[in-house]
């Protein structure tokens, strides 16, 4: 069983950046595939960003693309998720996740977070 805790989110104007954290309890982080989604109001969770389990590889939605960028510290047991140029489409609770299948639709990953609140204001 693996416990994740994301932090980080907040409210910020267009433009502006956050970094959101995501810490995993349990010994085997390292091994771990993982992945950050976001679910707006009304709306369907979506991938956001992916990370293979030593960081050699990343893949990003389109619509963040070139301004987010996805890390992991397996020394840390932490994963993070840098987001610069924020826009108001990029509001909504964010949530990290444990690969456990190739591919980046939400029944791809497990052990989800409870999420945290990014907010971005025109």
């Known amino acids: 069983q693996v416990q994740l805790v994301e932090s980080g989110g907040g409210l910020v104007q267009a433009g502006g950046s956050l970094r959101l954290s995501c810490v995993a309890s349990g010994r085997t982080f390292s091994q771990y595939a993982m992945g950050w989604f976001r679910q707006a109001p009304g709306k369907e969770r979506e991938f956001v960003a992916f990370i293979s389990p030593g960081a050699e590889e990343t893949k990003y939605a389109d619509s963040v693309k070139g301004r987010f960028a996805i890390s992991k510290d397996n020394a840390k047991y932490t994963m993070y998720l840098q987001m610069n140029s924020l826009k108001p489409g990029d509001t909504a609770v964010y949530y990290c996740?444990?690969?456990?299948?190739?591919?980046?639709?939400?029944?791809?990953?497990?052990?989800w977070g409870q999420g945290t609140q990014v907010t971005v204001s025109s």
């Open positions: 996740a444990v690969q456990i299948r190739n591919g980046n639709t939400v029944s791809d990953y497990t052990y």
